[in-house]
Nanobody, 121 residues
Framework: VQLQASGGGFVQVGGSLRLTCTTFGRTFTSYNMGWFRQAPAKERECVATITSRGGTTYYSDFVKGRFTISRDNAKDTVYLQMNSLKPDDTAVYYC???????????????WGRGTQVTVSS
């Protein structure tokens, strides 16, 4: 499956962005999806995940209450709505697909190119 993330950009502190990940290829509904991010000089970390039918979501503590992951299986697309953005949210954001329900990066087999999010203070 091929993934394409978009929607990144520059935003001021407290602002919002919505990231979109469009998938191509194999059956989208077969995969659990995740958003990860990587800031300069830091390891890639899980932001949020959603199961294949959208029934269960997971959020890392640092985004709980601010970010929302969702998916539209009719459009083969997963979203990440990011509100109340902080400078620490500055990173390259990646979407990924896995057969497993997991927040572990190595469990994800398919990755899209990242999209840069920059939050300015």
């Amino acid at each position: 499956v091929q993934l394409q993330a978009s929607g990144g950009g520059f935003v001021q502190v407290g602002g919002s962005l919505r990231l979109t990940c469009t998938t191509f290829g194999r059956t989208f509904t077969s995969y659990n999806m995740g958003w990860f991010r990587q800031a300069p000089a830091k390891e890639r970390e899980c932001v949020a995940t959603i199961t294949s039918r959208g029934g269960t979501t997971y959020y890392s503590d640092f985004v709980k209450g601010r970010f929302t992951i969702s998916r539209d299986n009719a459009k083969d697309t997963v979203y990440l709505q990011m509100n109340s953005l902080k400078p620490d949210d500055t990173a390259v954001y990646y979407c990924a697909a896995s057969r497993l329900v997991s927040a572990t990066m190595t469990d994800y087999n398919y990755w899209g190119r990242g999209t840069q999010v920059t939050v300015s203070s």
